[in-house]
């Protein structure tokens, strides 16, 4: 069993960053894809990120490529989103999750986090 726990979330303006970290922690197959996803108001849950555990292959959703970067500390397990160039339609709730299908759908992933919301203000 893997526990996952997100922190970092918070209100920024327009164009600034936020680094989300996910700690995690139980067994954890060096198989495993870590992902975050996140949920806008009103909307279904959204592919944003996700990363083979080793770190070496990383995926992004269109909307998010270029300015979000996902990667791990592997001395931790850790798991981090740094995002740049914050825009209002990024306004979420940001989850974590691990699986061990190499997918971008939430079903796919066995193991979440709580959330930790991300608000940003034009």
């Known amino acids: 069993q893997v526990q996952l726990v997100e922190s970092g979330g918070g209100l920024v303006q327009a164009g600034g960053s936020l680094r989300l970290s996910c700690a995690v922690s139980?067994?954890?197959?060096?198989?495993?894809?870590m992902g975050w996803f996140r949920q806008p108001p009103g909307q279904e849950r959204q592919f944003v990120s996700r990363?083979?555990?080793?770190?070496?292959?990383?995926t992004y959703a269109d909307s998010v490529r270029g300015r979000f970067t996902i990667s791990r500390d592997s001395a931790t397990g850790t798991v981090y989103l740094q995002m740049n160039s914050l825009k209002p339609d990024d306004t979420a709730v940001y989850y974590c999750a691990a699986g061990v299908v190499l997918s971008t759908r939430p079903t796919d992933f066995r193991s979440w986090g709580q959330g930790t919301q991300v608000t940003v203000s034009s």
């Open positions: 990363l083979t555990w080793s770190g070496r292959f990383t």
């Open positions: 139980g067994r954890t197959p060096s198989n495993w894809i």
